[in-house]
């Protein structure tokens, strides 16, 4: 009787260990987690050039005096 208990428990623990293993690799192609990877450019950009047309040379910048 001792006998058919540690059997059945060691084979239900087999079975077990077995199925934990082989559902893994079942799993392991199903994720379908979509994932939007559109990006927004929402930057604006200047277009107008102003022109000098006076001629004269743009000053130089001012640096601060330390």
Do not use: Q
Not at 41 to 50: E, F, I, L
């Amino acid at each position: 009787m001792k006998n058919l208990f540690k059997f059945g428990f060691l084979a239900l623990a087999l079975s077990l260990t077995v199925v934990a293993c082989s559902s893994e690799k079942a799993a392991e192609g199903t994720d379908t987690t979509a994932v939007d990877t559109t990006v927004v450019d929402t930057t604006v950009v200047d277009t107008t050039v102003a022109v000098d047309t006076t001629g004269a040379a743009a000053p130089a910048a001012a640096t601060p005096a330390n």
